[in-house]
């Protein structure tokens, strides 16, 4: 059994947690770009927050077209995460347990939205699920279904450029969780499907959710692929990005305010996952 002293040999000793004293003197060579750095960061989101009309934001978050946009965002965020933990878990599980001939392959393709330009990553679902695309012919002529400038089309392309941050993560959770456990499992009768199930999904199921933050988070902030693929309807396809973009041309300080929504949300989500990342060695 680990102990609290096992884990910390200092306090076993009886000395006291304080920092270590580092010896000798700051390299200013790596301070100084150092604190550029943060400064280059920082000073953009400082500004956002000095310029914000505090005094008329509540009027503002209450218009009727924010509320729309945001609405719009939060529903297509959670579908689009919901299809990506439908699909990308499995995938996720492929791609760690299942030695497959080029698997480095699909690992590499799986990540591509990661650094594609996401107006590209639109373009690419244009030619495929568009009506004239090679899969939108037939969805229409088959299901009569149309994805391109509609509010489905919104959550395909949040999912396309989103699942990667899934796929990573789960995937970095089945490498690390212990396989005893499963192979326990196996022995003792269970089928492969009920040791996924039962076994597996609870092992790394903080992987899971932290991926899943991800994702959504990844998803609300889209931009790029949704109006390439999507457009930019009122109502249907005008998302948050989609509005803060419209707005910074007409009305400034709306955009401000739109700005500061996604910003809160996404210090929320690092705040959620300070454990994870943050905190870890």
């Known amino acids: 059994m680990v102990t609290p002293e096992h884990a910390d040999p ?6 006291s947690a304080a920092p270590r004293q580092r010896s000798g003197r700051l390299p200013w060579m790596l ?13 953009p989101l400082a500004g956002l927050l000095i310029r914000a009309p505090w005094s008329t934001l509540p009027q503002r978050l209450a218009e009727p077209h924010v509320l729309e946009a945001l609405r719009l965002s939060l529903v297509c965020a959670t579908i689009a995460t919901a ?6 878990v499995p995938l996720a599980w492929l791609l ?20 594609l330009p996401p107006v590209v990553g639109g373009v690419a679902l244009l030619l495929v699920l568009g009506r004239r695309g090679l899969l939108g012919q037939w969805l229409e002529s088959t299901f009569g279904v149309t994805l391109p400038f509609t509010t489905a089309g919104v959550v395909v392309a949040e999912a396309f450029v989103a699942m990667p941050f899934l796929v990573i993560s789960v995937e970095g959770a089945l490498r690390g969780a212990d396989q005893r456990f499963e192979e326990a499992a196996a022995t003792l009768g269970a089928s492969r499907w009920v040791v996924f199930r039962r076994v597996t999904l609870p092992l790394i199921m903080p992987g ?9 988070a990844r998803a609300l902030g889209e931009f790029g692929a949704t109006i390439t693929f999507a457009g930019n309807f009122p109502g249907t396809t005008r998302t948050m990005p ?10 400034p300080e709306a955009a401000i305010v739109l700005s500061l929504v996604l910003l809160a949300v996404s210090v929320i989500i690092l705040a959620s996952l300070r454990d994870r990342w943050v905190n870890s060695p």
């Open 242 to 251: 989609l509005a803060v973009y419209l707005a910074l041309e007409t009305a």
């Open 208 to 216: 899971v959710m932290a991926g899943a933050v991800l994702c959504w």
């Open 10 to 15: 200092d306090r076993a000793a009886g000395r």
């Open 96 to 115: 760690a347990r299942v030695d497959f001939p080029g698997r480095r392959v699909v690992r590499a393709l799986v990540t591509v939205p990661l650094v």
């Open 31 to 43: 301070v100084l770009p150092a604190l550029l750095g943060l400064a280059f960061l920082v000073l």
């Open 83 to 88: 299809l990506c933990l439908l699909l990308g």
